[in-house]
Structures are given as C-alpha cells and as structure tokens.
C-alpha cells in the first residue's frame, strides 16, 4: 500500500489512507490500473504498455507469474475492448505441410494437447467475457476447449474470422504447389494485396477488411471486458497489420500462441501482447506445426 500511496502522491491524487476527507479524482482507476500493470510487469508477465506496438514475436515467460496473481485489481479501460486472439492447434496438415485455406481439417493430438494449454493459461487470468471463434473445425476446438475451462461459456461462431480462402492451392502440400498450380503460387506469392487466387480465393484486400471488421464488431459488443478469439494464422496476420500498418514484417504466428488486441473508441488499436506461448514452453510442442507466416494457410 505504500508504495501506492507512493505513485499517488507522485500523480497527485489522494487515497483514503491519506487523508480522513478525500474524494475520488476522475483518473483515480486509470492510474492505479497503470499502477497494476507496473507491478505485473515486474514480476515478469507478458504484458507491455499499450501504447507500445511490438514489430516480432516477445521472449516467452515464465508462466507462473500471471496476471491472475493480480486480478483483483486487473483493469480494462470501459473505452476498450481486450481482444485474446488465439491461433488454432496443429492439425495433421499442420504437421504435413499442406495448405488447408477453407478446408475443414480437424486438430491432431498436438493441437489438442497445445488447446489444453492454452485454455489452462486462460482459465487462471482475469475473467472471460465471451469466446468468438472461426467456424472451422481446428480453430472451434481450440475455442471450445478454453470456453470449457473458463467457465463452460458458449462458442459464438463467426464465419467472418474464416483462414484466407486459398483457391487452387488447397490441399496442395505447399512444396510441391508450385509444380502443380503455378498460376495460384504465382498469386499467393505476389506482392500485391489485391491479387486474388485462381479457383476462388481470396486477396489478402478481401481477407483484411473481414476479419477486421469482425474484430471490430466484436469489440463494439464488449467494451471494459475481455473476450477470447480462435481463428487462423493468416487471420492475426491481417489483425496486425490493421493494429500496426507500418510494422516490420512478421515472424510465425505458432499454433495457440496468445496475442492482445486492445480496440478503442475510435477504431484506434494497438497490441499488448504478440506471439506469447509461454505456456507451451514445457510441453514439447513449440516448434511444430507448418504456416502461421507469410505461408500461412
């Protein structure tokens, strides 16, 4: 309490312990939940200032320090949404290399073992409001694995957080695609953002402005709480392009790594947390898995 005491002092605000006639100032939660998130990252959390929008993937931690050692006094600014984005466990198509796109391929053992992690990690940080999830079946999963562990919540699905359609090429393992689709390669390797790929698929234009938008409706339905997402690689890499557009290219985003969204008023958002799997670090499990890169799919 001192040192709260401390940092309101240093703020110029006044705690009840300060005085026997105070009143609470407009910013007293905003500063105490700065206060918080200083204290959580001393003690070695994945959380960073928001304010902060990492370009690569930040060192894993040990995952037993947490958040939820804080949750009492864990904040959510009411003007934002906290956005848990989750990508999917690993698929055998994953571990194949094969290219999936809007094919409904179904978790491994890997993937479902990764979930549990994920979902375990989740279940002991501050509540859940909600879990959103793509309608396909490796990122469901994932989703109704956590929604199970925080509190037997309901999967909305949302079609909208859908992997990028990757028209000819699905299916294909991703080595061999040039060979046999080289138009549809050809295309998924361009560099424009409005080329889309023979055989339905989509351009990476197309895929930004409905995941984002999804997010965003999202975010406008759960202001001041946090909600979980499980979606796909291409999907996060799309999200962090709108969070942060002049961003350094990418690394990969692994199977159920953790990545915070915070979407204000506005439509301003920033990242917290990127590419978190701490709680993979002892499972074995951390390095497997094709796509989550500019490969994704």
């Given at each position: 309490m001192?040192s709260?005491?401390s ?13 026997s ?17 200083k ?15 990492p ?14 050692d ?15 984005v ?53 990122a469901l ?22 992997e990028?359609?990757?028209?000819d ?46 997010l965003?409706?999202?975010a ?8 979980v ?24 985003v692994?199977?159920?790594?953790v ?21 993979l ?6 390095e497997?898995?094709?796509g ?6």
């Amino acid at each position: 309490m001192s040192s709260l005491r401390s940092w309101c002092i240093k703020e110029q605000l006044r705690l009840p312990c300060c005085s026997s006639s105070w009143s609470l100032p407009s910013n007293f939660l905003h500063v105490c939940s700065k206060f918080c998130i200083k204290k959580v990252r001393h003690r070695g959390a994945q959380i960073s200032n928001s304010t902060r929008r990492p370009t690569q993937q930040l060192k894993m931690t040990d995952s037993s320090s947490s958040i939820a050692d804080f949750d009492s006094s864990y904040y959510v600014d009411p003007m934002c949404a906290e956005i848990i984005v989750v990508r999917h466990g690993e698929t055998e198509w994953n571990a194949d290399g094969r290219i999936q796109g809007h094919l409904d391929v179904e978790l491994n053992e890997v993937g479902k073992q990764q979930a549990a992690s994920v979902a375990d990690r989740l279940s002991k940080e501050p509540k859940i409001s909600a879990v959103y999830s793509s309608d396909l079946k490796r990122a469901l999963v994932t989703a109704e694995i956590i929604a199970a562990s925080c509190g037997g919540l309901e999967v909305i699905k949302d079609p909208e957080l859908r992997e990028r359609h990757l028209g000819d090429l699905q299916g294909l393992v991703y080595r061999e695609a040039a060979k046999l689709s080289p138009k549809a390669y050809q295309a998924f390797t361009s560099h424009k953002t409005d080329q889309d790929i023979p055989g339905g698929g989509e351009s990476l234009d197309q895929l930004y402005q409905r995941c984002t938008s999804s997010l965003q409706r999202i975010a406008r339905k759960h202001k001041g709480e946090r909600v979980v997402v499980a979606t796909h690689g291409g999907v996060i890499r799309a999200l962090y392009k709108r969070a942060c557009p002049n961003g350094r290219p990418l690394g990969r985003v692994l199977n159920t790594s953790v990545n915070i969204f915070h979407l204000f008023n506005g439509d301003k958002w920033t990242i917290k947390t990127w590419g978190d799997v701490s709680h993979l670090k002892q499972t074995g499990y951390l390095e497997s898995g094709f796509g989550g890169s500019a490969t994704s799919g």
